[in-house]
């Protein structure tokens, strides 16, 4: 009886598609055709844009946008991700190649492969063994300041397109700057000019083209669709115009050229053992900086619709799709922001809309890729610049810096690392570096030292509160669970307090905040216990939780404590150790004392 | 004014010796006579035994106990630590140099104070950094993983020079018990009997002696001292045997041989900066457990006299009594465990002791090398295996299972990880793992879904009490601080709450336990706040901490959610929000619901 509807919750959760195909209404269709088609005339020429930034054939990125997005919509668990080529992985792909092989060669397609297989298995073993969760620690700060950067590094890396300057691909930051300038002078100005012509129309579509539109009387739905094909006609017209004056053979205009027409062919990537160890790493960074972009646009695009994305899904349907790139010749995707943006106001229900897009890419790479001959770069790096520069985030920065320092410092050194060692190891430096602030802070908690509250039953720190204290008492409030990270710090700290109180009795632990005792911290205690009694103070717990006592319990700590050791509530224990005199010692330090 | 006294103080924090000196004794001068003769006769064979661990000439080991204590003496903190060469550090220098260098030619040594120099710099910029508390991060599971495994491979070490095998030394675990087996014919009798006949004794010794003396009515002092003596009564009587029969010649024992008399020279060690990167990680690893051994040392010690360790003056202590090893002919050198005890139990009542030690270990170096050429290597090998024998620590490994699953499984691997992987390997793998599990427990806190207690004004979670839930309202507890490493988690705990339940109003995050919001938790925040506003549910924070509401009003996140938004409790919240017909609902998942 259980069996069926157990694998069907199963098929559910593996198979997302499973569950809303079963739902599948025209309705449903209508708003997905609609958002596939606004989509893919977007993704066309973004698709060939962003093959030219990871410095691969143009097909690549159109492949990328078919198989990998249909295996997505079936095993992701967001209805409206777009899925695809992006810029930031297409930088991370062009870092990771440009050093170790030749822009243009068969062996830098074959190292792209790779990384797509690489990028696809990480994410899918981290799905597999729910390991997402290590994602988290590419934290808010480190995330902004990576991706400023690559915003700068991604548009400086455009400039030659841009300018027509004759200049090696693949440098790093400073040498691109230096390079920029040293070939200055060899500058093409058709080339330029038409660079500048196409930046200049992008900005304005972007900006003003649907409030044009809008005044101008055209359907919201149909004026997004226009401006949304702004690359589309910019790429269109230049085109026609490079092809009419023929600037390729006059003015020595830079084209895309000929591009194998047709549909990828199923293909195993390499399987070269020491190229797979070699490109691990930056595999490993592609794949965390995919997965992290992707869930921030599907939570944010679900919230919008009260639906849920489940992050351990998502790596798998991450995964299976990168997986399926490499062996359809695609580059590594993840989602896009821009791209999810417009699927979701175009309507898209479902990942149906994806495969609408799919198809619509395959369809104009098997028809219409004669058209490309022409396309000219400048256009295509005109469409990878404009979008991108938004990307680079200066407020945030400010903004976190005057909230945490720690946070702001984070940020920027981040930010200052991938401009200058590069970045895998500018993200390596940031996610050490909030690493180590989240353990320097966790190893320091706050502790305090609390008395009672006038005659109520509440305890407070005696440095904030003019609190009453008990002579031969300590009560020692720990704001943090006990563990390895910081019982040494705790530790220090009640040898101190003992060593400064000669009159001390009883020495009482608060852990209303101690949701964990470790076995570094239980052996702490079990020293402090011993010390304590080697002077005659009595070690006291108060406020233990039910399931920290538990275990204190089944390890004999308890016994080894005494009993009437352990206190329900902070007042409980002073009840029943201060003297019988009652409170005589006001709090010094208090404000009033 | 004030300027004498804080440089008096600085001095004092800096200099611990001048705090002690200005106050020292004569009483003080006995306690420190005795404890340091007693010390100096355990330690001259024990030094030359661990150099011969380290497989280098047995006067490095007797270098590393002049120079390096006195310096300690005067920078460390601890009054009765006895710092000189330890059997776990000598193991890892070998470890480290057995790879890269042949045992007994001068590279090897060269290499040897190259670790001490920079053992000696990780350790005091560690301590002008106040760094020390990276080595919180060895865990107690993972230290005690590590000793277990290196008293196994240090025992097994010294077989061959127990059974005088002629096999190769600084091989691994495995590699060791196969050559052992394999030269086992080659066994030589002589030295077999020797060496068995000094764990015999050294057992002996170690046992009952102390018993048998008191017994016999020595007073306890002397007693002590007969008993430490131990080591040193056996190396003179087999040493005189070697001698007297000649064994050396007529059954091929081996024995130390020529040691240069006198007092080591100061000499810079090797700038080679090849070798330094080669022997950093290394270092690295022999600083921090050098240091965590010292520091537990210390604090036992420094604890049952009511005194102080300060961690990071351990740190420059330490670090320092490296560095005038390294220029000194001397191995590395950290505090060792019964070294230490004996130098208290003998009345140690100052780093005076440790200075007595130092000299009387210089005068036998220079006067008394003669009397080593005929001292058998099988006793030596017997004065480390005997009391390295009870590091091995199965007791622990049970017990840390029984209380924690994590932390028992993360020191068996640590265990097994430094028998098969290497020393280093092992400890590294021991880290990472208890700084994953750490962190993926960081990444999970606990989270609750409240309601009241009867008439209260407390709140429980609703899965273990009876409480009253209200309709339209959320209340959520998060028992832990809000930052990059759980933020996510918590966010999609949320979103699933809010997908669940359409009939929404108000969502109250209840932030007792919350230390800390980081920036990537404000980030999220803003977007909950928003993505919630677009359904119309309010976000509402209670019971913020003073702190975190000072940066959250100073970043302008209280006007953004609106100042009625922000609780001083949970009761506060629920009189606020609740529907004006009061409780309603019970809860359905309670016990009595």
Redesign the interface.
């Known amino acids: 009886m259980a069996g069926p509807a157990f694998a069907a919750r199963a098929l559910a959760s593996f198979v997302p598609a499973s569950a809303w195909l079963r739902r599948y209404s025209r309705q449903d269709a209508g708003g997905d055709l609609t958002a596939g088609v606004i989509v893919a005339i977007m993704l066309v020429p973004q698709a060939m844009a962003y093959a030219l930034l990871a410095g691969l054939p143009p097909e690549v990125g159109l492949y990328a946008s078919m198989a990998p997005p249909i295996i997505y919509a079936v095993f992701g668990s967001s209805r409206t991700l777009a899925v695809g080529p992006v810029a930031v992985a297409s930088l991370m792909v062009a870092a990771a190649l440009g050093n170790r092989m030749v822009e243009g060669t068969a062996d830098y397609v074959t190292g792209a492969l790779v990384i797509s297989l690489e990028v696809g298995l990480i994410l899918f073993a981290l799905g597999l063994t729910r390991a997402g ?1 290590v994602a ?2 590419l ?3 480190v995330m902004s300041g990576f991706t400023s950067a690559a915003a700068l590094i991604i548009a400086l890396s455009q400039v030659k397109h841009l300018l027509g300057l004759p200049m090696p691909g693949n440098l790093d930051f400073g040498h691109t700057m230096v390079a920029i300038v040293s070939s200055l002078p060899q500058i093409n100005p058709m080339t330029t000019g038409i660079g500048a012509a196409a930046i200049a129309l992008l900005v304005l579509m972007r900006g003003r083209l649907l409030i044009l539109l809008r005044v101008l009387g055209v359907p919201a739905n149909a004026a997004v669709l226009l401006t949304r094909a702004g690359p589309l006609v910019v790429v269109v017209m230049a085109t026609a115009i490079v092809a009419g004056l023929d600037l390729q053979a006059t003015s020595n205009v830079a084209v895309v050229g000929v591009i194998p027409a047709g549909l990828p062919r199923f293909a195993a990537p390499s399987f070269d053992l020491a190229l797979w160890a070699e490109l691990g790493p930056s595999s490993f960074a592609i794949a965390l900086v995919s997965f992290v972009e992707s ?1 921030a646009i599907a ?2 695009l ?3 619709r ?3 994305v489940a ?1 351990n899904q998502e790596l798998i349907g991450l995964g299976l799709a990168n997986v399926a790139g490499a062996f359809s010749g695609a580059s590594p995707v993840c989602g896009g922001f821009a791209r999810s943006a417009v699927n979701f106001q175009g309507g898209a229900r479902t990942q149906m809309a994806a495969v609408v897009t799919a198809i619509l890419v395959g369809v104009s790479t098997a028809f219409l890729t004669p058209l490309f001959l022409h396309m000219p770069h400048a256009v295509l790096a005109a469409i990878i610049v404009v979008p991108v520069i938004g990307l680079f985030d200066a407020e945030s920065f400010l ?2 810096l ?3 320092k ?3 410092i984070a ?1 920027l050194l981040t930010f200052l690392a991938v401009l200058g060692l590069g970045i895998e190891i500018g993200i390596l430096c940031g996610v050490a570096l ?1 690493l180590l602030f ?9 502790i305090a030292i609390v008395g009672r509250v006038g005659l109520t039953e509440h305890f407070r720190n005696v440095l904030r509160h003019k609190v009453t204290t008990y002579p031969g008492l300590i009560l020692l409030r720990v ?2 669970s006990l ?7 705790i ?2 700290r009640v ?2 307090e ?2 400064e109180r000669r009159d001390l009795k009883h020495f009482i632990l608060i852990c209303s ?1 101690v ?2 005792i ?3 911290a ?3 205690l079990e ?1 402090m216990r011993v ?1 304590l009694g ?2 005659g103070i009595g070690l006291h717990l108060a406020e233990v939780k039910g399931p920290v006592m538990d ?1 204190l319990e ?2 004999g700590f308890v016994d080894r404590l005494g009993r009437d050791h352990i206190h329900l509530s902070t007042h409980d224990a002073v009840v029943r150790l201060a003297e019988p005199n009652g409170p005589v010692a006001a709090n010094p330090a208090s404000p009033g004392g």
Do not use: C
Request: aromatic share 12%.
């Open positions: 969760f988290n620690y934290s808010h700060p869930v939570k944010v679900a919230a919008k009260r639906e849920r992050p903004k976190n005057r909230y945490s720690a946070d702001g940020q909030s989240h353990l320097w802070r966790t190893s320091r908690p706050h704001d943090e563990y390895f990270p910081n019982i040494k710090f530790e220090d040898l101190t003992i060593a905040s949701n964990v470790d076995a570094s239980l052996e702490t020293d010390t080697e002077f275990k089944r390890i």
